[in-house]
């Protein structure tokens, strides 16, 4: 299931929504609101998406993960509206049979959520201006470096 | 010339200064919707990091547009 949510992610619950008995690992991957980017001081985020094609396109990208590892049960929350430091702006939960798969779908998953769906996000930062962030250069920074958010 | 709806969304409307317009353009494929509504607003983001869907379908540049057909135009996206 991909869902975009204007509400804060009840985590918990979506963790419990995961639960599984043929499944011998899970994977979490929270991406969470932080205060610095790129040297600037950051005060909050503002999401937006297009919602008829991020669900569409999001379904696509799960689909695709449960291609690639059968077996796998996947859900993916993506927040619009603004969110404070600290806030949940997307959470990708993946269980599998074995860990190996969970990683790697979970991976998978947050990759190309971050590249594909019509979502965008806007920096405000301290001293009141804003600007928006350009991901396919984060994207391929997380790809080189590792990092997830 | 075809009658063509854009619709911009967050960095592409903040430029429009509307989030959709109704156009007549002389235009064969979503580029051209593309390039003609760039000259219009004055944006300068790359094409290849920008996206765009006709009629609610993620589309090709390439993609054919016929009069009445909508067009998204999606700058550089950033989820998660």
Redesign the interface.
């Known amino acids: 299931m991909f869902a975009i949510s204007e509400d804060s992610i009840d985590t918990s619950e979506c963790r419990r929504m995961m639960s599984d008995h043929a499944a011998g690992g899970f994977c979490v991957f929270e ?1 969470w609101v932080r205060n610095v980017n790129e040297g600037r001081t950051v005060d909050r985020l503002e999401y ?1 998406a ?1 919602e ?3 669900v569409k ?1 999001g379904e696509k990208v799960l689909a695709e993960a449960r291609q690639r590892f059968p077996h796998l049960k996947a859900t993916c929350v ?1 927040r619009t509206g603004l969110l404070d430091l600290g806030d949940c ?2 959470w990708v939960g993946v269980a599998a049979p074995h860990r190996d798969e969970a990683f790697r779908a979970c991976r998978y998953i ?1 990759d190309e ?10 920096e405000h930062y301290t001293g009141g201006d804003s600007d ?5 250069r ?1 994207a391929t920074v997380g790809r080189h470096t590792g990092a997830g ?1 | 010339m075809k009658s063509i709806t854009v619709r911009y969304f967050a960095l592409f409307r903040e430029n429009a200064g509307v989030s959709e317009e109704s156009l007549q353009l002389d235009v064969e494929t979503a580029l051209d919707v593309f390039e003609q509504t760039r000259d219009r607003h004055g944006s300068n983001e790359p094409l290849g990091h920008c996206k765009v869907a006709v009629n609610d379908e993620m589309a090709d540049w390439s993609t054919k547009v016929a009069d009445g057909d909508s067009v998204l135009l999606f700058p550089p996206v950033a989820g998660g």
Do not use: F, M
Not at chain 1, 113 to 122: C, E, G, Q, S
Not at chain 1, 132 to 136: A, G, L, M, S
């Open positions: 991406g937006e297009y008829p094609l991020a396109e993506h702006a997307v947050i959520i971050k590249i594909r769906l019509p979502i965008w996000k806007k928006w962030v350009n991901c396919e984060c958010n």
